[in-house]
């Protein structure tokens, strides 16, 4: 019994430590893709740093969930699910006021930013590729991640298309694609919570 217990907090301790570098590192980009975004009047990375800052708040609700029962895990998944969603809806939004107000997004800077989001993202995948099957509230922290990959992927090729084809909608496009694989993964899961807790009420 006192072994069990061991390896629970052992897993715990493990579970924290890759947690506190994920929120790290996806706070970090926010704040770099939110700037260059600004700065290079690109919807698309403005959406994928936002992406970022709802991992980021993911990964810290997550981090408040280890060691908690399984309810605490299963609310924090659901939470995590309705933040995602969130700022998917903010940033169909923006894409809304960009395609009527106008922009010039700076191809070079996003596809600059988006490699190295996508780096970045790529190394927090390997660190979690070990819990993507443990409880829900680390099952949620892997769909984001996954979306997020998907994400860098389809900013680099929006920043390709505007400067091949010398146009402002490829960047609009992307942004609205990447609001849509955002909204999808929130309501994932939400659905993943929901059935964890229907299995919860079973036992």
């Given amino acids: 019994m006192a072994d ?17 570098i994920l929120f790290v ?43 908690k029962c399984q309810s605490k895990k299963i609310q924090a998944a659901f939470l995590s699910g309705i933040f995602q969603m969130t700022l998917a809806s903010l940033v169909l939004v923006e894409v809304v006021k960009r395609a009527v107000m106008g922009s010039e997004p700076e191809s070079s800077l996003m596809m600059g930013v988006a490699l190295l989001s996508l780096m970045v993202n790529s190394y927090c995948l390997f660190l979690m590729a070990k819990h993507r099957q443990d409880e829900v509230h680390l099952r949620a922290s892997w769909i984001f991640l996954s979306n997020d990959a998907i994400a860098n992927g389809g900013v680099i090729l929006a920043g390709v298309l505007v400067k091949v084809l010398n146009s402002r909608f490829p960047d609009l496009v992307i942004g609205l694609i990447i609001a849509c694989v955002v909204l999808r993964g929130g309501i994932k899961i939400i659905q993943d919570a929901r059935s964890e807790k229907a299995k919860l009420k079973e036992v």
């Fill in 4 to 20: 069990c217990g061991c390896q629970f907090e052992a897993k715990n301790r493990e579970q924290r430590k890759v947690l506190r």
């Fill in 25 to 67: 590192l996806n706070g970090l980009m926010f704040v770099i893709g939110l700037g260059s975004g600004i700065v290079g009047h690109s919807t698309a990375l403005i959406a994928d740093s936002l992406d970022m800052f709802a991992d980021a708040a993911v990964f810290g609700i997550s981090l408040y969930a280890i060691g």
